[in-house]
């Protein structure tokens, strides 16, 4: 670590111990990212810091150019903290500008609807077809059982009559 980081960093253990925990914990959970995103409540939670402490601590680690902010949503509530200011921003037209990079995301157990996360269940698998691959549908269909095609309407699926023995995907791939 370079002793001018060092040095700055004892600096603001000095003035804020809560932002230098603060700054220590976000840092120890951004991994590679350089970014994380987190609600107050989730900061206060993960720290043990008061809600009021956190935003204290947030704006000394902006007004002290530890943390940039990038804010998400029209009324800004959602924020991204950047701790590196190495963020890309391009514009595809019309000057408009965007960043697009990774973060660690933190969620609050206690930011969630109980009922919710008891109650959702089971969601459903999306299918991962990937290059070179082809569906093969097996298994049960969802209820009621499904009917089956009609007599010269069926969908051509690549698995329908054919003998694995004489299947050739370059034909299935390339026909």
């Not at 976000?26 to 935003?55: C, E, Y």
């Not at 699926?157 to 050739?168: F, I, K």
Request: charged share 20%.
């Amino acid at each position: 670590m370079p002793r001018k980081s060092m040095e700055a960093m004892a600096q603001l253990m000095g003035e804020s111990a809560s932002a230098a925990k603060l700054l220590v914990q976000i840092t120890a959970r951004m991994g590679d990212h350089n970014a994380f995103v987190a609600s107050n409540q989730a900061l206060s939670d993960l720290t043990g810091l008061s809600l009021a402490t956190i935003k204290r601590s947030i704006k000394i680690l902006h007004d002290r150019k530890w943390i940039n902010i990038l804010r998400l949503g029209p009324t800004g509530t959602v924020r991204v903290i950047v701790v590196n200011d190495q963020v890309a921003w391009f514009g595809p037209r019309e000057g408009l500008r965007h960043s697009l990079f990774s973060a660690a995301i933190l969620v609050s157990e206690a930011e969630q609807d109980a009922a919710e996360m008891l109650g959702n269940g089971r969601l459903h698998e999306l299918p991962a077809i990937y290059r070179g691959e082809m569906q093969l549908p097996t298994g049960d269909g969802l209820p009621p059982p499904s009917q089956p095609s009609f007599l010269g309407l069926e969908p051509e699926l690549p698995a329908r009559h054919v003998d694995p023995e004489q299947l050739d995907i370059e034909d299935l791939t390339h026909g």
